[in-house]
């Protein structure tokens, strides 16, 4: 379907075709109408698809075909949840404003609060911001939202997991004009918290599923190493790059000194590394993306924090050096690559600590994962044997409970063992559940 077809605004027609971009993606084709319909929705489909457009040209049409509630309040606030995907959905929202007499501005956390107020002082008619440092400008009344007239949550799902749920719940209570339109987006978007937060914030919406989270996505192939330890993940990982033909690699581990490790380990082999946590300043944060995007570094080393939205072209090969914890990151992660119909190549190193969180990936993709093995690197870890019920005897029958918790403690030695005696497969320090999980690297 040619997005002339769609009944946009000619403006935003000229931008398009500026920008080449004739046919709609399917999520466009079918968002774009429900949205201009005026009604809320809550919209799933895979990494890559084209979801940005499907809500700035929705908004950027509504704004220019009908009145503004307020004279000084936004019309369109976009929320995503970090900032370097705020900074990236922004650069989209002013290749689509080029030509038309709005303003905008991005509001993220770590940079300058004044100077922020001083851009929110001239009244911008479209925001994209992080929600925590949205819901501080709140705070301080240097905006108000209620004439708001579009409100977009981009990866909606991830803002919850990083426990933005007051900061969203503060935006949408004080955006009250009651014709607001609120557009939820993701490629995950089957948690039950999402659930909920959705009947709380959205009116009545229209639910467009493409297809969903775990369905596979053919242009990306994925791969897993079984790893003993962390000499043994350092050497896979050496050789796929070594071996891979790539334009520019992205590789995620789970802690912000894995990547600063990982990167001094590639540089000393001559391969352009370069690291990105939440432990940078924002600047040094800006800096490295912009020089990642402009093919400076061949390869990012990160965690988590970049593996939702961010979209690079170049990013041929994408590598798990340690599993995600939260199994929908996977999906994100991998989902660096492959974009737009491009095709692209996903490698996951799977340690004795990631097992867990592999099993867990492999019941959420619905798939049987198989692995690979690369020439002289195959070591000795099959797996982890499925844990037994607790509390049960031979033939599935209970055990008296003093028993049990002796088998119980005995167990669980055995499992610290597994996990310590080869000293960190490069991942978090294994916590056992119902203690504070490890701090994820997060945004405001
Ligand atoms: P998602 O949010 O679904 O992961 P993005 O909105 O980041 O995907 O879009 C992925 C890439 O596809 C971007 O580079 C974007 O410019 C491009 N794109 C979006 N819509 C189209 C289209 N209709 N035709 C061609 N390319 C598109
Ligand atoms: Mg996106």
């Known amino acids: 379907m040619k997005f002339r077809e769609l009944g946009l605004d000619n403006r935003l027609m000229k931008n398009l075709d500026h920008y080449s971009f004739k046919s709609a993606t399917e999520i466009q084709q079918q968002a ?23 809500f700035v040209l929705p908004m950027l049409h509504k704004a220019l075909k009908s009145k503004a509630f307020s004279a000084k309040d936004p019309r ?30 991005l509001i993220v956390g770590g940079e300058n609060f004044n100077d ?45 997991d990083l426990g933005f749920a007051p900061e969203l719940r503060r935006i949408h ?14 490629a995950t978007l089957d948690h039950a918290e999402v659930h909920d937060m959705a009947m709380e914030m959205l009116n009545n919406p229209k639910r467009i599923s493409i297809d969903s989270a775990n369905a596979h996505h053919t242009d990306i192939e994925q791969k897993f190493y079984l790893c003993d330890h962390l000499d043994h993940k350092e050497a896979i990982l050496h050789r796929l790059i070594e071996e891979a033909d790539y334009n520019q690699v992205m590789i995620f581990t789970a802690t912000r000194s894995d990547t600063e490790r990982l990167t001094a380990e590639l540089n000393k082999n001559n391969l352009k590394a370069v690291a990105l946590s939440g432990g940078l300043t924002q600047t040094q944060r800006n800096t490295i993306m912009s020089q990642f995007e402009r093919t400076v570094f061949k390869i990012l080393v990160t965690t988590d924090i970049a593996s939702r939205g961010i979209d690079i072209a170049n990013v041929s090969h994408v590598i798990n050096f340690d ?22 190549m996903a490698h996951s190193l799977v340690g004795p600590k990631d097992w867990d969180s592999f099993k867990r990936v492999e019941s959420f993709l619905q798939q049987d994962l198989s692995f690979d093995v690369l020439e002289g690197l195959k070591g000795k870890f099959k797996g982890l044997k499925p844990k037994k019920p607790a509390f049960k005897g031979k033939g599935g029958k209970p055990v008296k409970k003093a028993t049990a918790q002796k088998k119980v403690a005995k167990k669980s030695v055995k499992r610290d063992k597994t996990f310590h005696t080869n000293v960190a497969v490069g991942d978090a320090v294994f916590i056992p559940k119902k203690k504070t999980p490890p701090k994820v690297d997060s945004d405001d």
């Open 32 to 54: 774009i109408p429900v949205a201009l319909a005026g009604k809320d929705l809550l919209a799933s489909s895979k990494t890559g698809s084209g979801k940005t457009l499907a």
């Open 173 to 186: 209570n004080l955006a009250k004009h009651r014709r607001r339109q609120t557009l939820m987006f993701s």
């Open 76 to 105: 369109g606030v976009i929320l995503a949840p970090t900032r370097e995907l705020a900074r990236q959905v922004y650069g989209e929202l002013r290749t689509m404003l080029g030509g038309l007499s709005y303003t905008a501005t």
């Open 116 to 160: 922020q107020v001083k851009a929110l002082r001239k009244y911008p008619r479209f925001i994209v911001a992080t929600p925590g440092r949205l819901a501080d400008h709140l705070e301080h009344r240097s905006l108000f939202l209620d004439g708001l007239d579009t409100l977009v949550l981009d990866e909606a799902d991830r803002m919850l």
């Open 323 to 344: 599993m995600p914890k939260h199994t929908e990151e996977y999906v994100h992660r991998v989902g660096r690559t492959g974009r737009a119909g491009n095709k692209g």
